[in-house]
């Protein structure tokens, strides 16, 4: 049934907000036919909690729909913690000599803060999470799928660039508790 606002549930009327509806598919596969086209090859794939975040994120499914509780220190949590994440996951790549904007970035926009403080504690050039914010610009926050889309305008980047592009990129994605998940991706895209 429909449950209307109340003041009670603050937290309702930004769930609503931020998160909408959208479905995407993705096909993975370990040995393509000649005639599929990869774009990226998954090279290494984490996932870590982070203590104490238990309550940041938080997600029930009830009869009324999913109603998401936010924490407002999610943008802050995420900021406290991603450079070490990321930085264990680019020394899966192999190159030491590799730096945050030596690389490309898919990341689930979850909303504008969670961006900005991305971008600013890594010090990643504007263009890094142009494709994130395109998406949460379209589509909205759709959930998990969203990281689907910005995959989607990140491979569209990528065939533009062609040998220019970068060869090593991340996929980062945030989840309840405060899961980082995390990608370690090789673009294989050509124009």
């Known amino acids: 049934g429909f449950r209307p606002p109340n003041k009670a549930r603050p937290y309702d009327l930004v769930g609503a907000a931020l998160f909408g509806d959208g479905a995407a598919a993705?096909?993975?596969?370990?040995?393509?036919?000649?005639?599929?086209?990869?774009?990226?090859e998954l090279h290494y794939a984490v996932?870590?909690?982070?203590?104490?975040?238990?309550?940041?994120?938080?997600?029930?499914?009830?009869?009324?729909?999913?109603?998401?509780?936010?924490?407002r220190d999610l943008p802050q949590k995420i900021e406290e913690n991603i450079e070490e994440f990321c930085k264990k996951l680019m020394g899966k790549a192999g190159d030491d000599s590799m730096e945050f904007n030596d690389m490309f970035w898919t990341v689930h926009p979850g909303g504008p803060a969670i961006l900005n403080r991305l971008e600013t504690k890594l010090k990643l050039g504007r263009e890094k999470l142009e494709c994130s914010r395109r998406a949460l610009v379209d589509y909205g926050n759709v959930?998990?799928?969203?990281?689907?889309?910005?995959?989607?305008?990140m491979?569209?980047?990528?065939?533009?660039?062609?040998?220019?592009?970068?060869?090593w990129g991340l996929g980062l994605a945030f989840g309840p508790g405060i899961t980082f998940?995390?990608?370690?991706?090789r673009s294989l895209a050509s124009p």
């Open 26 to 40: 993705v096909i993975i596969g370990a040995d393509p036919l000649p005639s599929e086209s990869p774009f990226m």
């Open 47 to 71: 996932q870590q909690f982070v203590p104490g975040t238990q309550t940041v994120i938080d997600g029930r499914l009830t009869e009324e729909g999913i109603n998401f509780k936010l924490g």
């Open 143 to 153: 959930s998990s799928n969203t990281i689907l889309y910005v995959m989607e305008y």
């Open 155 to 167: 491979r569209d980047e990528l065939k533009k660039k062609g040998d220019g592009a970068q060869e």
């Open 181 to 185: 998940e995390g990608l370690l991706l």
